[in-house]
Nanobody, 124 residues
Framework: QVQLVESGGGLVQAGGSLRLSCAAS????????MGWFRQAPGKEREFVAS????????NYSDSAKGRFTISRDNAKNTVSLQMNTLKPEDTAVYYC?????????????????WGQGTQVTVSS
């Protein structure tokens, strides 16, 4: 079982940037595909980005493409999400999770070992 802890959220103005990090415990982190999701108030949790175990393959939601970049450092057991050109609609709690069935899946039911989340607020 992998335990995940997100950090890096905060308040930023529209057009700004944030870098989220997800620290994983457990020696087998490098074997897992990973993903980032987000959940805004009153909305379902939605897929943002995912990455395979090696870091060579990624997948993004349409809203994240061109603005967000997912990466990982297996030596440090971390997965990151660089978010640029942020918009007010990016405001949400952001979660990282283990992609149980593969990085190419985008539904939350395919992910587990969720972290506690980190709040991102983008002001207009």
């Amino acid at each position: 079982q992998v335990q995940l802890v997100e950090s890096g959220g905060g308040l930023v103005q529209a057009g700004g940037s944030l870098r989220l990090s997800c620290a994983a415990s457990g020696r087998t982190f490098s074997a897992y595909d990973m993903g980032w999701f987000r959940q805004a108030p009153g909305k379902e949790r939605e897929f943002v980005a995912s990455i395979d175990w090696s870091g060579s393959r990624t997948n993004y939601s349409d809203s994240a493409k061109g603005r967000f970049t997912i990466s990982r450092d297996n030596a440090k057991n971390t997965v990151s999400l660089q978010m640029n050109t942020l918009k007010p609609e990016d405001t949400a709690v952001y979660y990282c999770a283990v992609a149980r069935d593969g990085y190419y899946y985008t539904h939350m039911d395919r992910y587990d070992s969720w972290g506690q989340g980190t709040q991102v607020t983008v002001s207009s």
